[in-house]
């Protein structure tokens, strides 16, 4: 049974660098038929994609981040990282990561990645305070 | 940016109901739109993906439909543990991946 799960520091000073790390289990990040994401959620709101990575290290971000926002692979250790760059208040949220698709497009028959994330691990809450 | 637009926000349904919550996109997404069910304090759940395919194990009272701007969601059967928070979430190619509000479920 493949399960995430997140770890890294639960309070982080404003201006600071965030960094988490997922670690997964009972399956290999290096599938070709996957990639790997971080999404958070702040306290009582909704869910907010961050990014993704293959485990060749091809990235995706979300645009609202993508200046803070680094995402590394480690197969080695069959984890993934995020690194969130001049935290404020508002970054304070549960951090989320998962897993989703990759796939052929029919149209074109190169792969890509497809956004439905099934596997989810099951959250860390960072809280950015002085 | 993609908006989505969720509703209700939230709903109050007796079990046995059928319940439909609906989710509009600001443009053309195909198909590309998911359905989650969130608890409290847990991670979220995909129920729905590609606008109408049941995730594994997930039951057949939970269904999925729609393309383009329009979907929906439906409970066939509302049942006590499905008391949740729903949430849809579409994505593009380029990427572009964002979620609905959510619509908290509450039982009547």
């Known amino acids: 049974q493949l399960q995430l799960q997140e770890s890294g520091p639960g309070l982080v000073k404003p201006s600071e660098t965030l960094s988490l790390t997922c670690t997964v289990s009972?399956?290999?990040?290096?599938?070709?038929?996957?990639?790997w994401g971080w999404i958070r959620q702040p306290p009582g709101k909704g869910l907010e994609w961050i990014g993704s990575?293959?485990?060749?290290?091809?990235?995706y971000y979300n645009p609202s981040l993508k200046s803070r926002v680094t995402i590394s692979v480690d197969t080695s250790k069959n984890q993934f990282s995020l690194k969130l760059s001049s935290v404020t208040a508002a970054d304070t949220a549960v951090y989320y990561c998962?897993?989703?698709?990759?796939?052929?497009?029919?149209?074109?028959?190169?792969?890509?990645?497809?956004?439905?994330?099934?596997?989810w691990g099951q959250g860390t809450l960072v809280t950015v305070s002085s | 940016d993609i908006q989505m637009t969720q509703s209700p926000s939230s709903l109050s349904a007796s079990v046995g109901d059928r319940v439909t919550i609906t989710c509009q996109a600001s443009?053309?997404?195909?198909?590309?739109l998911n359905w989650y069910q969130q608890k409290p304090g847990k991670a979220p759940k995909l129920l729905i993906y590609?606008?109408?395919n049941l995730e594994t194990g997930v039951p057949s009272r939970f269904s999925g439909s729609g393309s383009g701007t329009d979907f929906t969601f439906t409970i066939s059967s509302l049942q006590p543990e499905d008391i949740a928070t729903y949430y849809c979430?579409?994505?593009?190619?380029?990427?572009?991946?964002?979620f609905g509000q959510g619509t908290k479920l509450e039982i009547k």
């Open positions: 998962a897993r989703h698709p990759r796939r052929y497009d029919i149209l074109t028959g190169y792969p890509r990645p497809v956004y439905y994330f099934d596997y």
């Open positions: 443009q053309d997404i195909s198909n590309y």
């Open positions: 990575i293959y485990y060749s290290g091809s990235t």
């Open positions: 009972g399956g290999s990040i290096s599938s070709s038929s996957y990639y």
């Open positions: 590609d606008a109408s």
């Open positions: 979430q579409q994505y593009d190619n380029l990427p572009r991946v964002t």
